[in-house]
C-alpha cells in the first residue's frame, strides 16, 4: 500500500507563506510525477503544480505560477509545495499526489492520493 502524507498547511494572512510537505512511503511504486490539487468549499478540485520525477521539470496552473513552487527531495521521497504571496482566495484543501505514467499524469488521472492539508489565507 501506497501512502501519501501532507504537512505544513495552517492559517496565515494574506501576503504571507507556507511550505506543505508530501511523505510517500509504503511498497515501492513507478513514481513518473508528483502533483498538487486543491479544493476550496463549494468548488472542484483544481491542479495546482506538478513535478516530474526523472528530470524535475514542473508545470503549474496560471493561479500558482510566479508565487509556489513545487519541489522534490528523492532521498527522503518528499514533494514540496513553497507557496508565498498567499491570497484569500488560495484558502482550500491542499491535496498531494502521484501519477505511475506519462498518461496518467496529462491525463490529471493520479494513482495516489493523500489525505490533504487545511490552507486558510486570511484578509
Known amino acids: 500500500q501506497v501512502q501519501l502524507v501532507e504537512s505544513g498547511g495552517g492559517l496565515v494572512q494574506a501576503g504571507g507563506s507556507l511550505r506543505l510537505s508530501c511523505a510517500a512511503s509504503?511498497?515501492?511504486?513507478?513514481?513518473?510525477?508528483m502533483g498538487w490539487f486543491r479544493q476550496a468549499p463549494g468548488k472542484e478540485r483544481e491542479f495546482v503544480a506538478a513535478?516530474?520525477?526523472?528530470?524535475?521539470?514542473?508545470s503549474y496552473a496560471d493561479s500558482a505560477k510566479g508565487r509556489f513552487t513545487i519541489s522534490k527531495d528523492n532521498a527522503k521521497n518528499t514533494v514540496f509545495l513553497q507557496m508565498n504571496s498567499l491570497k484569500p482566495e488560495d484558502t482550500a484543501i491542499y491535496y498531494c499526489?502521484?501519477?505511475?505514467?506519462?498518461?496518467?499524469?496529462?491525463?490529471?488521472?493520479?494513482?495516489?492520493w493523500g489525505q490533504g492539508t487545511q490552507v486558510t489565507v486570511s484578509s
Open positions: 499526489a502521484a501519477a505511475s505514467s506519462w498518461l496518467k499524469f496529462v491525463r490529471r488521472s493520479y494513482d495516489y
Open positions: 509504503g511498497r515501492t511504486f513507478t513514481r513518473y510525477a
Open positions: 513535478v516530474i520525477w526523472s528530470d524535475s521539470s514542473t
